[in-house]
């Protein structure tokens, strides 16, 4: 991973303005955000900045407006939330540069917080427009990036302006690389990764470079039965990506050749029906499954082998769920692996990182999230870092 700067590096900061790129991207139900996760991640950087004297603008993102003011997009709408968060009132700036914010500045006295509008209002944001990026730059002293879960996007806040001022990472991007690097950039071996979800296809760069990286690959959800499939197991009805068995088999034997052991459950839970607690729920061996029956879960045999897989590992890497666990009793071999590696992490002997909104659903669900030793809340970003891409905002900080 590249050095980067952080705010340790920062000198006396009274009176600059620090441009910080923070993730306000949040889930709104009835004009209120129902999930301030993101904020409260980036509260730490925020108030270090403002409490050292600094004039704090934030940049921020919401929806989708593609390059066009829409009303319902403003970043206004979560600056209630933010002020509830961070416990100060902030002003809010209907623009991103230009008269209006240098006004603005003019205004606000050291240590003051000021809301830019959503950046994604201008088309030169997501064209990351060196112009664009120039007419933002003009207003700060520094630049601040807290948001890794925008830092996959090569855009005018997230990359372009890290060329075009002194750049930093904020404590939560700080947290956020210091523990993917021990995951998997230079981590403790053996390493072992969970990857769930429903399709196969949706984590094809991810497989194909973790079976270079890792020792144990635990391969769970819909996943699983694709590569059961390759395997020459008939699963029944189960969710399963049976054009994609040539490439499950080339997975596998990139594996074998790479030393990366796959496991895959030979016990399994198994209904005619997808709903909680059917009468046709039984747990059976994966060659035993009816031409009826879908795959739901892992059975308790595996799921009990896989804990002791972790238990002869130092590190681990989680992304997905091991079966349909928004439904019970389906959710019972995530909540029981979550709960194993929970414990050896607090132990002491293995490293856990875990990301990715299904996977902080099921973690939370389990109860063990605290108990991991970090759970990043990006989706997108902390995927492309599983497929070994580089980052562009992560890039951009590089000393």
């Known amino acids: 991973m590249p050095e980067f700067k952080t705010l340790d590096d920062l000198g006396d900061v009274t009176g600059k303005v620090a441009l910080v790129r923070v993730d306000l991207n949040l889930p709104m139900k009835d004009g209120s955000a129902t999930d301030v996760t ?9 108030l270090e900045l403002a409490d050292a004297g600094a004039k704090v603008l934030l940049l921020a993102h919401f929806g989708r407006p593609k390059g066009e003011r829409h009303s319902t997009l403003s970043t206004s709408f979560v600056q209630g939330d933010v002020e509830r968060v961070l416990g100060r009132e902030i002003m809010f700036i209907s623009e991103v540069a230009g008269p209006v914010v240098e006004q603005s500045l003019s205004i606000l006295r050291n240590g003051d917080i000021g809301l830019l509008d959503n950046v994604r209002f201008w088309p030169g944001e997501e064209a990351n427009d060196p112009d664009f990026a120039r007419a933002i730059a003009t207003l700060g002293d520094f630049y601040v990036n ?83 499939a390759a395997r020459g197991v008939d699963v029944g009805k189960s969710l399963c990506e049976h054009d ?27 209904a005619t029906e997808f709903a909680a607690n059917p009468p046709s729920l039984r ?52 909540v029981a692996l979550a709960k194993t590696a929970a414990a050896l992490t607090q132990d002491g002997s293995l490293t856990s990182v875990a990301g990715g909104g299904d996977t902080v659903a099921a973690l939370n669900h389990a109860g063990v999230a605290d108990g991991f030793s970090y759970v990043s809340t990006a989706g997108g970003a902390f995927l492309e870092w599983m497929e070994g891409k580089e980052l562009p905002g992560v890039a951009a900080l590089a000393r």
């Open 38 to 46: 993101r904020v409260e991640a980036s509260m730490p950087t925020i």
């Open 146 to 228: 807290d948001a890794f879960s925008a830092a996959h996007r090569a855009h005018a806040s997230t990359e372009g302006l890290a060329h075009l001022l002194p750049a930093y990472a904020g404590r939560a991007m700080e947290k956020e690389l210091t523990a993917l690097d021990k995951a998997l950039g230079n981590p403790e071996t053996p390493v072992a990764a969970v990857v769930g979800g429903a399709k196969v296809s949706t984590k094809l760069d991810v497989l194909e470079n973790l079976v270079g990286r890792v020792q144990h690959l635990i391969i769970g959800g819909g996943m699983a039965n694709t590569f059961l």
């Open 244 to 270: 994609l068995t040539a490439t499950a088999n080339a997975i596998m034997d990139k594996a074998d050749h790479a030393g990366c052991t796959i496991h895959l459950p030979y016990d399994v839970v198994v």
């Open 283 to 334: 747990t059976c061996n994966v060659h035993e499954v009816g031409s009826d029956e879908m795959i739901l879960d892992i059975g308790p045999q595996a799921t009990e082998a896989l804990a002791d897989v972790l238990k002869t590992c130092r590190t681990l890497v989680w992304n997905g769920p091991l079966g349909a666990f928004e439904t019970e009793p389906f959710d019972t071999a995530t």
